[in-house]
């Protein structure tokens, strides 16, 4: 069963950086995590889950919601089985628990959330 845990979040200052990872297990030798197009969301108190970026299974392609760009940047390490948000630059309206995600195919899996608060 494949499994993602993320870490990373806290508590930050407006304009601070923080840098989320998200570790999966659980994968097998026909589907391993490097086939996986992996995934960061995130969802705020009352609002719907949203797409944060996003990062194709070899790493060539990136996708971004506007609201992110320039700012924060999505890359995976395939060996490790890993794949990461560097956050710079946050403001206030970015806090919100924080969704890593997988899918291949009709496969799709979810952490548990992390999450992250941008407050003075």
């Known amino acids: 069963q494949v499994q993602l845990v993320e870490s990373g979040g806290g508590l930050v200052q407006p304009g601070g950086s923080l840098r989320l990872s998200c570790a999966a297990s659980?994968?097998?030798?026909?589907?391993?995590?490097?086939?996986?197009?992996m995934s960061w969301y995130r969802q705020a108190p009352g609002k719907e889950r949203d797409l944060v970026a996003s990062?194709?299974?070899?790493?060539?392609?990136?996708n971004y919601a506007d609201s992110v760009k320039g700012r924060f940047t999505i890359s995976r390490d395939n060996a490790k089985n890993t794949v990461y948000l560097q956050m710079n630059n946050l403001k206030p309206e970015d806090t919100a628990v924080y969704y890593c995600?997988?899918?291949?195919?009709?496969?799709?899996?979810w952490g548990q959330g992390t999450q992250v608060t941008v407050s003075s």
């Open positions: 995600h997988a899918q291949r195919s009709i496969w799709a899996y």
């Open positions: 659980g994968f097998t030798f026909s589907s391993p995590f490097s086939s996986y197009v």
């Open positions: 990062i194709t299974s070899v790493g060539s392609d990136t």
